[in-house]
Nanobody, 118 residues
Framework: QVQLEESGGGSVQAGGSLRLSCAAS????????MGWFRQVPGKQRELVAA???????NVADSVKGRFTIARDNVKNSVNLQMNSLKPEDTATYYC????????????WGQGTQVTVSS
């Protein structure tokens, strides 16, 4: 059993910042990569950023230079610092856990809403 507990999110004006956090617990051995996807209604869920235990990252072009992903391997947690937010960043953000950087997620969090107003 794996649990992903998310925190953070909320509403902010364009140009502002938010921080998302996610802690994994349970039988997580063998799941190397944590990260975030996001989804807006009517669209596919898309990758935002992911990071391996060794610190290798994969960050979407749309957020490069604005979002930073970081990981604490002792706490089994991942943070997403989101700066210079834009209205198009508005979405539900989902923490996820997977076995490697190039595989689809095995587990998902419940999602947390991020709303950016212009």
């Amino acid at each position: 059993q794996v649990q992903l507990e998310e925190s953070g999110g909320g509403s902010v004006q364009a140009g502002g910042s938010l921080r998302l956090s996610c802690a994994a617990s349970g039988s997580i051995d063998g799941y190397n990569t944590m990260g975030w996807f996001r989804q807006v209604p009517g669209k596919q869920r898309e990758l935002v950023a992911a990071i391996t235990r060794g610190g290798i990252t994969n960050v979407a072009d749309s957020v490069k230079g604005r979002f930073t992903i970081a990981r604490d391997n002792v706490k089994n947690s991942v943070n997403l610092q989101m700066n210079s937010l834009k209205p198009e960043d508005t979405a539900t953000y989902y923490c996820n856990l997977r076995s490697s950087l190039f595989r689809l997620p095995d587990y998902w969090g419940q999602g947390t809403q991020v709303t950016v107003s212009s």
